[in-house]
């Protein structure tokens, strides 16, 4: 048997603990709609980069423009309070409430902090900034 030493887990979120297609697909439609863009060339642009990227491209603008940004604030605050549809895959909960209950740290790597997660997915024990 294999005895591995950790501090705790980082989880990637989307596709791991939760699937979100169905906000991140209404979400990013509302906003190519509001843009004039082609909400299925939008969705053909944004999976697997970091938003801003994609905004970025999808303006034609810096990522450093304050358009961008601003456009990237919306849209994860959009995202953040329009959660229907999100839900936990299966085992995630019990993973996580497994993780809890032996007192293991656990995070998500989601740029967006616990916005968008279904409540029993958020975090009672955070992984320390101390590694």
């Known amino acids: 048997m294999t005895t591995l030493c950790f501090k705790g887990l980082l989880f990637d979120l989307d596709g791991t603990l939760i699937d979100s297609i169905p906000c991140v697909t209404r979400t990013w439609s509302t906003w190519a709609e509001s843009k004039g863009l082609d909400p299925d060339y939008v969705m053909s642009r944004i999976h697997g980069r970091p938003a801003i990227e994609s905004i970025a491209e999808l303006l034609d603008a810096p990522v450093s423009s304050p358009e961008v940004q601003a456009e990237f604030d919306y849209l994860e605050q959009y ?3 329009h959660t ?3 839900v936990a895959l299966p085992g995630a909960i019990e993973l996580l409430n497994g993780l809890n209950e032996l007192g293991i ?3 998500s790597s989601h740029p967006a902090p616990y916005l968008s997660l279904p409540r029993a997915l958020k975090p009672r024990n955070y ?3 101390k590694y």
């Open 79 to 81: 995202e953040a309070t």
């Open 84 to 86: 229907d549809g999100t």
């Open 105 to 107: 740290p656990w995070q």
């Open 127 to 129: 992984l320390s900034q």
